[in-house]
């Protein structure tokens, strides 16, 4: 157990409805990222955030919005989803400075 | 911008014997980390083995070892005594060292690999 879970593990939707996913860390660490794992892509980096409120965008940024109101959640957001962004999402968090990146399990997002 | 590059898809090796994945990476940074991750069919992300670009020393974690070859920008990872519980995708992966970085990963595609008993 890396201290990260992310709910919901599975999630089926439909276009058009927003979907927010969940991440939580009990490790009080300042950095925490989403990543999509797409076949032949590997995981990019959707936002990552450096602090409560802090947050910055990543090279897959469009059709995501995410938010930190306490250090250890972080959220996701797909405001309108879309058959695109059917993928599994992945959490992480680290300390910063030579700190290790650890994972969440994972979500399996599907849309309809 | 960094870019990384793991050009096997799929590999397979026979239990017992060893195997060897490739990554290649581009950077014109100077100080950086190299990872590599397993993702067994249970999906969680695990970390095999870490490099540290100003160390010259390949790590090695049990029948885990890197060959990284900093000019080259190699970082091949070999598995010794390969074992079924081994069968897993393996992504390489690059961060960042530099002062304020945000510890942000970039991952190469990532290779498949097969144990046959």
């Known amino acids: 157990d890396a201290g990260i879970t992310q709910s919901p593990r599975h999630k089926v939707t439909e276009t058009g409805t927003p979907v927010t996913l969940r991440c939580h860390q009990t490790?009080?660490?300042?950095?925490m990222y989403w990543y999509r794992q797409d076949p032949g892509h590997g995981l990019r980096l959707i936002h990552y955030?450096?602090?409560?409120?802090?947050?910055d965008k990543g090279e897959v940024s469009d059709g995501y919005s995410v938010s930190r109101s306490k250090t250890e959640d972080f959220l996701l957001t797909l405001e309108s989803a879309t058959s695109s962004q059917t993928s599994v999402y992945f959490c992480?968090?680290?300390?910063?400075?030579?700190?290790?990146?650890?994972f969440g399990p994972g979500t399996r997002l599907t849309v309809l | 911008a960094q870019t990384v590059t793991q050009s096997q898809p799929e590999m397979s090796v026979q239990e017992a014997e060893t195997v060897t994945l490739s990554c290649t990476y581009d950077?014109?940074?100077?100080?950086?980390?190299l990872f590599w991750y397993k993702q067994p069919p249970s999906r969680q992300m695990i970390l095999v083995i870490r490099?540290?670009?100003?160390?010259?020393q390949n790590a090695t974690e049990n029948r885990f070892s890197v060959n990284f070859q900093k000019a080259a920008k190699s970082f091949s990872l070999k598995i010794s005594d390969s074992q079924l519980g081994d069968a897993a995708m393996y992504f390489c992966?690059?961060?960042?060292?530099?002062?304020?970085?945000?510890?942000?990963?970039?991952f190469g595609q990532g290779t498949t690999l097969q144990v046959k008993p």
């Open positions: 490790e009080n660490h300042r950095y």
């Open positions: 992966a690059y961060r960042s060292a530099l002062l304020g970085n945000t510890g942000k990963l970039i």
């Open positions: 950077t014109s940074e100077s100080d950086y980390y």
């Open positions: 490099q540290e670009a100003y160390k010259q």
């Open positions: 955030s450096y602090g409560v409120k802090d947050t």
């Open positions: 992480a968090h680290t300390g910063g400075g030579t700190d290790t990146q650890y």
